[in-house]
């Protein structure tokens, strides 16, 4: 019996026998494999020997690489491991190890245990909160090392509701040490969990506790810390009323915008939705739209980019009455100097939302002070800017009509696209399909049909091939409307290039084909395309007879049977005899492919 029950306790003690054999053996690996696999181990073991054994255990593991001990601190925060030590009443057991955890120097260990802390808050009875949880808390925030601090400052705001109003008062205390802490990564963690923190408190004491630690931490002489009370400006003016606002929050929000450091000044761009948002649209127009105007103007290139992605949003954001006047006077400078930036940044991020403004000055005013700047940034030399005026062609065509925009933008998009520099063609062609879908088949039928066209006779060859492969995009997005204009326009263009005396024409058709018999109906392609790819087979020039036949190979999918028995095969056997080596070589390849 006696040797029974020693069998059964060695059995027992074998899963906690393997861990600690992986979680000391020289291969990594093997450590975080044996990590990963703790709730089935936990779950070998029972509730009391994970209790007794494993988590004092684990507690003590804490010496090892930093992959292992990420993995420790993401198993341990799992709320289906609080069943494996005894459910909710033993949940605390699980704070031993994970505080050692946030003490780590490693700051990617140290933020997934606090994670995982935080995701216990709600695993837990307020009296263990206050039994077990709040000891810790104020251990973290007391202890010698920064670390340990750094990581209490992301704690306060998940117990603060669940604690009594005397251990809210000394989590209040707690978190002000935290922010007059002599080291600056503990400031500028308190700094980072302020808005949540604010969100949880009383407004009271938010008016008489917190904002003067958020004052004094937009002062802090480390900019990493003064960036960070952004975020909590944002949260701290969602719970005032407006003139509370505008009293504790306008001064130093106003100060940032003129920080003395470019992130500080960064962060309020990039944040200004929503502020906008938090204070309303009265103080928005006193106070945030000088701000606004300010950081469009900003010394640094990298605000003005910020800044210049914002403007279409902030002002649909502005009221609507006296909106146009705003634009107009207080931003419309800014933007024609944004327009003429030397950061082609800036002038991306301008591009971008320009447009936009369309809707929201009229018709008059666009006419009269925007469209002057779109065709600057139309003719722009970088290519993403243009790309972004042509892509939000739509904006302006709803406000000021095809008319004007054909007698104003078209004209410029024109000229680029027939400019000296074969890579200003290239672009244009690139957005012409874009571009077409922007102004409707008629307007492109109309005003860019034969330019797209013209492109297939350029001099340079990566025009001629972009130009086929734009009118295949073209076909496909007009295709309802494509059967008139193309059998009376675009086919027969195609066609007469392959009656051209100049080879690199003829061999232009083929290369058309090639594309354009993937997007039309196999009439198209049985009726029109194919007679004159078998004409070309006994064209002059070598190189246009092989490239017939690999045209006949590509268009084969749409080809009906009878027409390959007819005339393609005999037609390619002829090929196989050819005296040029080269189109024997590709007459055989097609006829394998049709065999």
Request: with cysteine; hydrophobic share 45%.
């Amino acid at each position: 019996m006696a040797s029974t029950q020693d069998g059964v306790d060695e059995d027992s003690l074998y899963p906690i026998a393997v861990l600690i054999d992986e979680l000391r053996n020289e291969d990594v690996q093997l450590r975080l494999n044996s990590i990963r696999k703790l709730s089935t181990i936990a779950l070998a073991l029972g509730c009391e020997r994970t209790k007794k054994e494993l988590i004092p255990f684990l507690t003590d593991t804490i010496d090892d690489e930093d992959e292992v001990l990420h993995a420790l601190a993401e198993q341990l925060g799992d709320k289906g491991f609080v069943h494996l030590v005894g459910g909710q009443e033993y949940a605390h057991c699980l704070l031993a190890p994970l505080e050692n955890l946030a003490m780590v120097e490693e700051t990617f260990v140290r933020d997934k245990a606090v994670e995982s802390l935080r995701n216990l808050v709600s695993s837990h009875a307020i009296k263990d909160l206050q039994d077990y949880y709040i000891p810790l808390i104020k251990r973290l925030t007391t202890a010698e090392w920064f670390t340990s601090r750094t990581s209490a400052c992301g704690l306060y705001s998940v117990v603060y509701q669940k604690v009594t109003q005397h251990t809210q008062e000394e989590l209040r205390s707690h978190l002000k040490n935290l922010c007059q802490d002599d080291t600056p990564m503990v400031r500028r963690a308190a700094a980072g969990r302020l808005g949540e923190i604010a969100k949880v408190m009383d407004k009271e004491h938010v008016k008489t506790e917190l904002i003067p630690l958020f004052t004094a931490l937009a002062e802090d002489d480390q900019d990493s810390v003064r960036l960070l009370v952004i975020s909590a400006c944002v949260s701290i003016a969602s719970i005032l009323d407006k003139t509370e606002a505008e009293q504790l929050l306008m001064p130093v929000l106003s100060s940032k915008c003129k920080d003395k450091s470019w992130r500080v000044r960064y962060m309020v761009t990039d944040k200004f939705e929503e502020l906008q948002s938090a204070i309303g649209p009265v103080l928005t127009k006193k106070e945030l739209v000088p701000a606004f105007s300010n950081l469009l103007k900003d010394a640094e290139a990298e605000v003005r980019a910020a800044a210049a992605s914002k403007l279409k949003i902030f002002c649909e954001n502005l009221p609507e009455e006296g909106r146009a006047e705003i634009i107009l006077q207080q931003f419309y400078p800014c933007i024609q100097s944004l327009a003429k930036d030397t950061n082609q940044h800036v002038k991306t991020a301008l591009a971008s939302v320009i447009m936009g403004l369309s809707p929201l000055v009229g018709k008059e005013q666009t006419i009269e002070h925007l469209l002057e700047l779109y065709l600057a940034l139309l003719k722009d030399e970088c290519p993403e800017v243009r790309l972004n005026i042509i892509s939000s062609l739509e904006h302006v065509n709803k406000v000021i009509g095809i008319t004007q925009l054909s007698q104003s933008l078209l004209p410029a998009i024109v000229e680029l696209a027939n400019d000296s520099k074969w890579r200003v063609r290239m672009a244009i062609i690139e957005y012409m399909p874009l571009l077409a879908e922007q102004l409707g088949f008629e307007v492109f039928r109309e005003k860019l049909s034969t330019l797209c066209l013209s492109w297939l006779i350029d001099n340079v060859y990566s025009i001629r091939e972009a130009g086929i492969e734009n009118l295949k995009k073209l076909v496909e997005k007009f295709s309802p409307n494509f059967s008139k204009w193309g059998e009376e326009t675009l086919i027969p263009q195609v066609i007469a290039l392959a009656k051209d005396t100049n080879y690199l024409h003829r061999m232009t058709t083929l290369f058309a084909f090639n594309h354009l018999s993937l997007v039309c109906n196999p009439d198209v392609v049985n009726n029109i395309f194919l007679p004159i790819a078998i004409d070309l087979t006994s064209d002059s020039v070598a190189n246009v007879r092989f490239n017939a036949a690999i045209t006949l190979k590509k268009m084969k999918p749409k080809l009906e049977q009878a027409m390959v028995k007819s005339q393609i095969l005999p037609c390619l056997e002829k090929m196989k005899t050819d005296g040029d080596a080269d189109v024997r070589f590709f007459a055989s390849e097609s006829l394998q492919a049709f065999e």
